[in-house]
């Protein structure tokens, strides 16, 4: 409990700022600085059950809602979110770290989701068979499934609940969402655009917490689903222990993408895209670039030409004028977990082309800053190699072929994205076909889809069938109702028969 007078975040349950009584917080930084600046509740049992009880009441007001009328609230909630985001870009900068441009970048991607939204008239109409059999129609029915929730992780606080809450209101259903405690403020700042968009109360929750609001909501009987977002050891059990409680689940966990260049690519728009894509954010993305495989003999040219554009690079504070091109880290802790795995890259024999361990901006000397770095000839049996770092580290392999590269990348822990570049159409067919990675791009680096495609990986990237938005989304977010009708008439009836009815 802190014993300072910073503010403590609340929840934001029955569409208001609730204050927590629980007496247990956690500390929020502004990582550039590395200042306190706020406390974030930490959710009791009390606050849980009164976060889910009015989220179920919510969802009995809001799923009585005709389709015209919700369709005006989330246009309200889209041109509210579009006149307003640069407020949110600075809650994002101030929390997390990432540059402000980078801020934006994130809620115009969630912005999307809210388009897609906009539309969901047509992706939530059922289907309808006239004279299945004869006078027999048979047609189906899409229903809210109720109470949704949805938990997610530090590094997109505002784009990554937008994946799914969008999708899942449009659809008629209540959501609560559980911030990252380290960047729990743009969450709450949705909430009361949404109230704002006049949303009714209960439909959009805002539950501040740690272990304990997850399991709550994992266990309670009245949540319907699960879509959670984070870490692959986390994502297991948010799997298993949701699943074992009955409810849909969709888990995205971490990611070890890794970039394939062939020898006819041209090397310098690929160090452009290695270093937007392994240092962009200060590589806490899920879809950041953190293996380069070099198919040789390009490995020599292309470090020279990837530490040339390192050595240009602007790291500090995002919030600043002029922008720099690079953030800090999350947290103080995190900084050295990402420092750890260059010690142990050095250790197991890599070469550190370019070192960001003992980084700091001047004048921010307490910022939770890591220097962009550049790890050669990293084993691949090393846990370096084999584990994801989640920090602005790029690791190269050298390859001697394009089907050394794609093994490589087959027998990976993750399956999240990859790229490839090169200009030889036949390589990049024959990788999308033969890559066991649910996102691709053929000289595009962060292959993250549109949202009327679907987002997810494969293997310990996302655990379940159900991606997120797009028709994945509207699936996920309803349950359908198929319905055999006719109207007796002695000319079709039929008559007395037992047999199973057949067509
Ligand atoms: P995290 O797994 O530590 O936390 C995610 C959420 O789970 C948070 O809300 C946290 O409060 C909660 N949580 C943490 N420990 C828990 C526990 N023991 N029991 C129950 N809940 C718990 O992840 P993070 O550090 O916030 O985010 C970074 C990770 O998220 C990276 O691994 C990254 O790859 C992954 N990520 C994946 C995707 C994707 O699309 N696959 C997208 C973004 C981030």
Same mark, same amino acid.
């Given at each position: 409990m802190s014993t300072d007078t910073l503010p403590v975040i609340p929840h934001w349950i029955n569409g208001a700022r609730t204050e927590s009584t629980s007496g247990r917080t956690a500390p929020v930084y502004n990582p550039a600085t590395g200042e306190l600046r706020a406390h974030v509740a930490l959710a009791?049992?009390?606050?849980?059950?009164?976060?889910?009880?009015?989220?179920?009441r919510g969802f009995e007001i809001w799923s009585a809602f005709s389709i015209a009328k919700r369709q005006t609230v989330i246009f309200a909630f889209r041109e509210l979110l579009n006149a307003r985001k640069g407020e949110l870009a600075d809650i994002i900068t101030a929390e997390h770290g990432k540059v402000r441009s980078d801020a934006l970048g994130e809620i115009l991607r969630g912005q999307e989701v809210?388009?897609?939204a906009t539309g969901f008239p047509h992706l939530i109409k059922g289907a309808f068979s006239e004279n299945a059999s004869t006078g027999i129609d048979v047609y189906s029915i899409k229903q809210p499934i109720g109470v949704a929730g949805i938990i997610s992780p530090f590094n997109f606080p505002?784009?990554?609940?937008?994946?799914?809450?969008?999708?899942?209101?449009a659809a008629g259903n209540a959501v609560i969402v559980k911030p990252s405690e380290k960047d729990p403020s743009a969450a709450l700042w949705l909430a009361e655009l949404w109230a704002e968009a006049g949303l009714p109360a209960g439909v959009f929750t805002v539950l501040n917490g740690d272990k304990l $609001?997850?399991?709550?909501?994992?266990?309670?009987?009245?949540?319907?689903?699960?879509?959670?977002? @984070?870490?692959?050891?986390? &994502?297991?059990?948010?799997y298993e222990t949701a699943s074992k409680h009955g409810k849909r689940v969709q888990a995205l966990g971490g990611a070890k993408n890794h970039m394939l260049v062939l020898p006819d690519a041209d090397l310098d728009l690929v160090a452009d895209q290695a270093i937007n894509a392994g240092y962009g954010a200060a590589g806490e993305r899920c879809m950041a670039i953190s293996v380069v495989l070099a198919v040789e003999p390009v $490995?020599?040219?292309?470090?020279?030409?990837?530490?040339?554009?390192?050595?240009?690079?602007?790291? @500090?504070?995002?919030?600043? &004028?002029?922008?720099p091109d690079m953030g800090p880290l999350?947290?103080?802790?995190?900084?050295?977990?990402?420092?750890?795995?260059?010690?142990?890259?050095?250790?197991?024999?890599a070469t550190i082309v370019v070192d960001g361990r003992d980084?700091?901006?001047?004048?921010?000397?307490?910022g939770f800053f890591f220097g962009p770095t550049l790890i050669d000839r990293i084993p691949t049996t090393s846990r370096a190699y084999t584990e994801e770092i989640f920090g602005p580290v790029l690791e190269i392999v050298r390859v001697a072929s394009f089907d050394e590269g794609v093994a490589l990348i087959n027998s990976g822990e993750f399956g999240n994205g990859t790229a490839i570049f090169t200009n030889d159409g036949g390589a990049a067919r024959r990788f999308q076909h033969e890559i066991q990675v649910g996102m691709i791009g053929i000289n595009v680096p962060i292959p993250v889809p549109v949202a009327y495609h679907s987002f997810g990986g494969w293997k310990a990237s996302l655990f379940g069938d159900a991606k997120a938005y797009g028709v994945h989304g509207f699936d996920f977010f309803t349950r359908e109702k198929a319905i055999t009708s006719r109207w007796l008439d002695p000319a079709t009836h039929g008559g007395i028969n037992l047999g199973f009815p057949q067509n």
């Open positions: 009791n049992a009390e606050e849980i059950a009164a976060a889910i009880a009015s989220a179920q809210v388009e897609l505002a784009m990554v609940p937008m994946w799914f809450f969008p999708v899942a209101i $609001a997850v399991d709550g909501l994992l266990t309670d009987p009245v949540v319907q689903s699960i879509s959670f977002v @984070g870490s692959t050891p986390i &994502a297991q059990y948010i $490995a020599d040219e292309l470090i020279v030409k990837i530490q040339e554009r390192i050595a240009r690079l602007k790291i @500090g504070n995002g919030a600043a &004028a002029p922008e999350i947290t103080a802790a995190h900084r050295e977990k990402v420092s750890s795995y260059v010690d142990i890259a050095e250790a197991d024999g980084f700091r901006v001047d004048g921010a000397e307490d």
